[in-house]
């Protein structure tokens, strides 16, 4: 049974272009979370997915999006991209958007030049 | 807002030694509270919940309790391995959060042979 799944695992741009990261979920769950861990940081909430839609969204502005597709699976964007959002991108997956257990993927390092 | 405070770190002890990390938190509801691990080169990892006032979440040796008069879920273990070298972190989610977790800045424990 695979876990999350996140790719890619590590990438390198420079300021203002635009990144799209991609997550699978654990099997039999639904519900998708994005979260960004700077650096000695602990992780920050973006936003979560359910039933394709975005349910909730953390204080992150609007250069940050997202989508889900009919088979669960994410996508990230972040448009304009600056110096500070250079970070470690993890994706979590529960199911009913409940928080019973959230399991993360191992992260998308983003480094921004 | 929500927010949690954990211990300044890093922490280093020697094999056998007892842990204490602690963690505090703020929060306008009666939130559940988690301890996650961050293995080198691996995903978060729930390591014990507890889900109100008085509760015990224990695992791996590992156990805090949900003190809802300190607003603390201080986490122990009697006796580290070198294995449990990681880093902690301490979340909570309100009860209308769902999968939407605030976690702490994280403490980095390195168990010396």
């Known amino acids: 049974d695979a876990g999350v799944t996140q790719s890619p695992t590590h990438l390198i741009k420079t300021r203002g272009q635009q990144v799209t990261l991609r997550c699978s979920p654990k099997?039999?769950?639904?519900?998708v979370s994005w979260y960004q861990q700077a650096l000695g940081q602990g992780p920050q909430f973006i936003f979560q997915?359910?039933?394709?839609?975005?349910?909730q969204r953390g204080n992150f502005p609007d250069r940050f999006s997202g989508h889900q597709y009919p088979n669960y699976s994410s996508e990230l964007n972040v448009n304009a991209l600056l110096l500070g959002d250079s970070a470690l991108y993890l994706c979590?997956?529960?199911?009913?958007?409940?928080?019973?257990?959230?399991?993360f993927g191992e992260g998308s390092r983003l480094t921004v030049l | 807002g929500d927010s949690v405070t954990q211990m300044e770190g890093p922490v280093t002890l020697s094999e056998e030694a007892f842990l204490t990390i602690n963690c505090t938190y703020t929060?306008?509801?009666?939130?559940?509270l988690f301890w996650y691990v961050q293995y080198p080169g691996e995903g978060l990892q729930l390591l014990l919940k507890?889900?109100?006032?008085?509760d015990k979440g224990s695992n791996k040796g590992f156990e805090a309790t949900y003190r809802k008069e300190t607003t603390s879920f201080h986490l122990e273990k009697g006796s580290v391995q070198v294995s449990d070298s990681a880093v902690y972190f301490c979340?909570?989610?309100?009860?209308?959060?769902?999968?939407?977790?605030?976690f702490g800045e994280g403490t980095q424990l390195t168990v010396n042979p």
């Open positions: 979590a997956s529960s199911k009913d958007m409940g928080i019973g257990e959230l399991f």
């Open positions: 099997s039999g769950h639904d519900t």
């Open positions: 997915y359910y039933e394709e839609e975005e349910r």
């Open positions: 929060a306008t509801g009666y939130p559940s």
């Open positions: 507890a889900t109100k006032a008085d």
């Open positions: 979340a909570l989610s309100e009860e209308t959060s769902g999968s939407r977790l605030t």
